[in-house]
């Protein structure tokens, strides 16, 4: 996962591939919860990790079910109806609606003494019409903040089932599904009725409700979408084992993908159209904006068809959370899109029609939006003429209102035509459904190798590079490449094969590096199945690396293995020629020094916390040494590049370094 302030994409050209996508969040918790109101024990394969599911599994940990995860798999003991605790017992909801709406009815049909909480925006979520249908059923709820919004408090309820109970159907689609689960608790004596009021919006999560309760053995009654019936004596029957479907609307950003990209096409496995998502649709309004799709029973595959993609005027009620991937994808065709009738936008994580208009035109576009609809007209998409195009693109930062769709559907915009980078603030919202998401991105789409960023930084022994680098690439969400572990792996790798170190075994020593077994693993190195990184960290096989790359064989036998690293979404790299032969057309190259009376200090302080003794002076003797010959060999000797920005830390903390090499890499970026 991506836990950087913002992540820049660059501009992507195309995309083939595979991609395994994360459970549903819808159905991951409402089988969670249903599992928790079963009698015995069901294991539940492919759930999602993800934030939404970590509040509901916290809660029926709190209510004392049994919650055994191992991976992906979590096998879940339930309660049977009964509340093994009936202490006071206070929950955190974070931002998590499938599991506020449907805890809160289920709590308030068990009744208890519990308070439900969220953060801010959970607070500004409506919850009355649902607040309201239970209390006309007698439970016990009062709101501790504003009423109609959490904070709720539950109390005992005084249950009186036998009038139709009515909740609005025209807010949210999860107050119904909310009592859907919740009053089988209640209907050993009698059937239930729910009446809706007003029109049904998200009708297919209905029916995602209706499917799962008839898995646990509640076969609910429907009469169109007005009346619902809930059968006396039915009680929830774990199904055993249960495997949840990948997530239909995680799969609609690569859906759009395959559509925009161009590239062999993408298969999506985990979700097929025989889906009982109701976001499964979206492969419909995609096939009419211009997408290829074919499709089995658990997969998708999607390729480029129609090219500027066709506008599109569409009714999205249906499919309200897939649909805002389609706000984007109209930024491609050939004229304006109009989504309609998602009114539901405006109460999701953020106001939706807003937070899509708002960035929509951060990158060029022309937008309108009404209280329940939103037009977008595209941007050039490279076809030589696109009269319907209004603006043109701009590279943008787009804002997420910690909604994990904005920050999904806008990386979609860095295939614009005119090649500009993207940059998505707080990528981490994405864990909301799918935490991976930037990597499963990034395993498929390819940019053009320039348009890669790689910043160099190169310097002499002990100057603090190693730090400053993975520090630097820890903020950017950058791979990092630490090339002098690369000589030192080869010059132990060479060691153990017996070799020397000197010009005479140069041909067999480059053989080695050719195809040197090294991987990194955070701060751990390998080399095939040996963890070296103690080994190469000595003051010996520094040396010893210093001697290798004198070597010019060696140095090009690395050279390709260095090359590999530049991978999306960028790269930090350090070492002594990095800017000046690996990466020389680097956008930044920072050439680090520090005194050397200062170096050995540092390097003096590092080894005596590792309890190896030497002195100041052979150190810094040691230093000018390998300084003397890294700077003086004939081959990519150490020096800065003409175009590198010099950088003295001897009097500076790493913090100020980092910020440092962060202020030229902003200055160097269009937002
Ligand atoms: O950065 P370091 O101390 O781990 O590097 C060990 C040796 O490897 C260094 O003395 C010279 C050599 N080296 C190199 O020649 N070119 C690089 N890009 C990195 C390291």
């Not at 959970?122 to 959490?150: Q, S, W």
């Not at 195809?515 to 040996?530: A, K």
């Not at 057309?585 to 200062?598: C, G, N």
Request: charged share 20%; glycine share 8%; proline share 5%.
């Amino acid at each position: 996962m991506f836990s950087t302030a913002f992540l820049d994409i660059p501009p992507l050209q195309g995309a083939s591939g595979t991609v395994t996508l994360p459970g549903s969040k819808s159905i991951s918790n409402r089988v969670l919860l249903l599992s928790a109101l079963c009698q015995g024990t069901t294991v539940v394969h492919d759930l999602l990790a993800s934030d939404d599911t970590r509040v509901m599994l916290a809660a029926l940990r709190q209510l004392g079910c049994g919650v055994d995860a191992q991976g992906t798999t979590v096998t879940i003991t339930g309660l049977g109806g009964q509340l093994k605790h009936h202490d006071a017992i206070e929950f955190f909801m974070g931002n998590a609606g499938t599991a506020m709406r449907p805890l809160t009815a289920a709590l308030a049909v068990l009744g208890g003494d519990f308070t439900l909480k969220g953060v801010p925006r959970m607070h500004e979520r409506p919850i009355g019409d649902l607040v309201d249908a239970l209390r006309l059923l007698g439970c016990k709820i009062d709101y501790l903040g504003n009423d109609g919004f959490p904070p709720l408090h539950i109390g005992q309820p005084t249950l009186k089932v036998d009038a139709p109970i009515q909740v609005r159907g025209d807010v949210s689609s999860q107050f119904l599904t909310a009592l859907l689960m919740a009053l089988p608790l209640a209907a050993q004596k009698q059937d239930i009725v729910i009446d809706v009021v007003g029109e049904l919006i998200s009708k297919p999560y209905i029916d995602i409700t209706l499917n799962l309760l008839a898995r646990y053995g509640i076969a609910v009654k429907r009469d169109g979408w007005q009346r619902f019936t809930i059968p006396q004596g039915c009680s929830y029957q774990s199904p055993g084992t249960i495997h949840v479907e990948a997530d239909a609307s995680s799969a609609s950003y690569f859906i759009a993908l395959g559509a925009i990209a161009e590239g062999d096409g993408i298969r999506i496995q985990g979700v097929g159209a025989a889906s009982i998502q109701g976001d499964i649709r979206f492969m419909d309004a995609a096939a009419q904006m211009g997408a290829i799709i074919s499709s089995g029973n658990n997969w998708l595959d999607i390729q480029r068809g129609a090219w500027p993609l066709k506008g599109i005027t569409l009714d999205c009620n249906h499919i309200p959370d897939a649909a805002m991937t389609l706000a984007v994808m109209a930024l491609y065709a050939d004229g304006p899109s109009t989504l309609r009738n998602i009114a539901s936008w405006r109460v999701k994580e953020t106001d939706r029609i807003v937070a899509m208009a708002t960035e929509c035109r951060k990158l060029g576009a022309t937008v309108e939006e009404g209280p329940d609809w939103i037009t977008v007209h595209p941007l050039p998409n490279g076809q030589p003429i696109h009269a319907s195009a209004q603006g043109q693109w701009k590279a943008a930062s787009i804002h997420t209102y910690d909604d994990h769709r904005v920050a999904m559907c806008f990386s979609l915009a860095a295939f614009n035509a005119d090649q500009l980078p993207v940059r998505i603030e707080d990528p981490k919202c994405v864990a909301k459904t799918f935490p991976d998401y930037f990597e499963a991105l990034f395993s498929v789409a390819h940019a053009n190798t320039q348009d890669i960023p790689v910043i160099c930084i190169d310097g002499p022994t002990a100057s603090g590079k190693g730090t400053l680098a993975s520090r630097v690439a820890q903020a950017l969400g950058y791979h990092y490449l630490d090339s002098g572990a690369l000589y030192r792996v080869t010059a132990y790798a060479a060691l153990k094969a017996g070799l020397s170190l000197e010009a005479s075994d140069e041909g067999l020593i480059a053989d080695l590096a050719r195809t040197l077994p090294v991987r990194f693993e955070g701060d751990t190195v390998w080399l095939g199945r040996e963890d070296v990184s103690e080994a190469i960290r000595t003051e010996q096989a520094g040396m010893n690396a210093s001697k290798v790359s004198v070597l010019p064989g060696v140095r090009t036998a690395l050279v390709a293995l260095q090359h590999s690293f530049q991978r999306l979404p960028g790269l930090l790299a350090d070492g002594r020629d990095m800017g000046t032969v690996i990466f020389p057309d680097a956008p930044l190259k920072v050439f680090l020094t520090a005194s050397a009376a200062k170096r050995a200090e540092r390097r003096h302080k590092q080894l005596i916390s590792k309890g190896i003794s030497t002195t100041l002076d052979s150190l810094r003797a040691d230093l000018e040494a390998r300084d003397a010959r890294d700077s003086s060999r004939s081959v990519a000797p150490l020096k800065a590049a003409q175009d590198a920005y010099q950088l003295d830390n001897s009097s500076l903390s790493v913090e100020a370094s980092i910020d440092q090499v962060l202020a030229w890499w902003q200055a160097k970026q269009p937002f």
